[in-house]
């Protein structure tokens, strides 16, 4: 397919990332994981000690963002910021636990949308994320909005963190999925919310290979 812009929005752990890999596959797009892009500005922000126990040190943020150079690689999925690979990293307990805070700040959300835009430019993609159809590319080809129970979201996570190594409880996974869904539906700039052209998919009682087909289906159908 050539240069179409797909949007996969949607709750954490709805299977968002897999199902837009495949899609990304199946239709020879490049894939950026938009989340991954949020994961890396928190996970810096840590590390320079911008984000504390007590404190989000958001001047400092919007002073040490503005340098910035991320790349996604679509094929092995890897994230580099500024040529450092800190594609583990983003996926540990505290950048979870901080990255919704650090995803409502408006200058945070400014600053990735017009890099979000720029990847998308040149040869099209398949991004999934929170705002994509209605904020990043509210003209895309394609729209899907994800959802899912929350105790089937979590599980998916638990089984998912326990494989790769994460030793966290079923209930702790709950609630930080819990208390991302809160923030990222009430913040104020591009909360999570569906685009009135977006086909809605709950996947609760969906397989991968279910909601992979009913996409496939709804693009071939168009
Ligand atoms: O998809 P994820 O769980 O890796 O996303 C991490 C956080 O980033 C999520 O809690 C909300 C935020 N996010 C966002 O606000 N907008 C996006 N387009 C993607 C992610």
């Not at 922000?45 to 002073?63: C, F, H, L, R, V």
């Not at 599980?155 to 409880?169: N, P």
């Not at 923030?183 to 977006?198: F, G, H, M, Q, Y």
Request: hydrophobic letters at 40%; proline letters at 2%; a positive charge.
């Amino acid at each position: 397919m050539d240069k179409a812009i797909i949007a996969i929005d949607g709750f954490a752990a709805t299977g968002k990332s897999t199902l837009a890999k495949r899609l990304s596959n199946h239709l020879g797009l490049p894939y950026v994981d938009s989340g991954a892009l949020f994961r890396g500005i928190t996970f810096l922000a840590i590390e320079k000690g911008w984000i504390t126990d007590t404190n989000i040190y958001e001047k400092s943020i919007e002073e040490g963002i503005s340098q910035l150079k991320f790349n996604f690689d679509s094929l092995s999925n890897a994230l580099t910021l500024n040529k450092r690979d800190i594609t583990n990293q983003i996926r540990s307990k505290l950048v979870s636990s901080y990255v919704s805070q650090i995803a409502k700040l408006p200058f945070v959300r400014y600053y990735l949308l017009k890099q979000q835009r720029q990847m998308g430019s040149s040869n099209g993609l398949v991004m999934d994320g929170r705002d994509i159809g209605t904020a990043v590319f509210p003209e895309a080809d394609f729209k899907f909005f994800f959802t899912a129970k929350p105790e089937v979201r979590a599980q998916r996570r638990w089984e998912e963190m326990k494989a790769d190594g994460y030793l966290l409880g079923y209930n702790e996974v709950l609630k930080n999925i819990l208390d991302r869904d809160k923030i990222d539906t009430e913040r104020k700039v591009s909360p999570l919310i569906k685009a009135d052209d977006a086909i809605e998919i709950d996947s609760t009682y969906l397989s991968l290979q279910q909601v992979f087909e009913i996409c496939v289906a709804k693009i071939n159908g168009k």
